[in-house]
């Protein structure tokens, strides 16, 4: 385990970037209302009179720096988005228990009837570099738990030829391992064979915007 230094980093100066209080997030509102809501008021105003019906339930990390929607050009009502940290998926585990990722998938497979799930990772996940290094000591209450439900990438334990950078094949098999998990869902795993579901799975690189889509058990860049 590599250790980690308990201090805080400094947010980065980035060209454009404004630290947001919450009066710039009113502002911010404000602007939605004036710019925004005139072109969106039909669109906003028929999902409220004919519900949801998504194109896509989107499993993706709750990273502040990939936006689902924004990657993939999304309007309000095209997406219906499942956040958490690394964007996993666990496995079937009908126990009673609280299960947030479970359940969303549960609503949007079952009773929204999505035609595809989307398993949306990323580069610089905070989540797998916790996995794979250990946790910081502020985040081992929910963070570390968390993150063993990837454990069995761990276990296994090699790299593909040619990855020369540990934390990228990480997220890969991360990426891949959700896509797996996914099958476990007994409702999943049927809608799939009776093709009235398709299983997707991307990976989005924060520094270059390169998407990447699973493709034959490896990542291809969308052209």
């Known amino acids: ?23 710039q997030l009113i502002q911010g509102y404000r602007k939605f209302r004036q710019n925004v809501w005139p072109d969106e008021r039909a ?37 219906f988005v499942v956040r958490n940290v690394a964007g996993l998926v666990p496995p079937y585990s009908p126990d009673g228990r609280p299960r947030g990722t479970s359940a969303a998938l549960e609503f949007g ?58 934390l990228t094949y990480y997220e890969m098999e991360v990426l891949r391992l959700s896509l797996a998990h996914l099958r476990t869902f007994p409702w999943i795993e049927d809608a799939v064979q009776a093709g009235r579901l398709e299983l997707c799975g991307f990976r989005f690189d924060i520094h270059t915007g390169i998407l990447e889509q699973m493709k034959d058990d490896r990542l291809v860049p969308v052209e």
């Open 1 to 23: 385990m590599v250790e980690r230094s308990p201090a805080r980093l400094p947010r980065p100066i980035v060209a454009g970037y404004i630290e947001i209080d919450m009066d």
């Open 43 to 79: 669109r906003y105003q028929a999902l409220a009179k004919m519900g949801q019906s998504p194109d896509a339930l989107v499993i993706s990390c709750s990273d502040s720096r990939v936006d689902p929607q924004s990657v993939f050009g999304a309007v309000p009502g095209q997406l």
């Open 109 to 166: 497979v079952r009773v929204l009837k999505v035609p595809k799930v989307v398993v949306l990772g990323h580069a610089q996940c905070g989540g797998v570099r916790a996995m794979v290094e250990g946790a910081p000591a502020e985040a081992r209450d929910f963070v570390e738990p968390w993150m063993k439900i990837a454990q069995p990438v761990l276990d296994r334990g090699r790299m593909q030829p040619g990855c020369t950078d540990p």
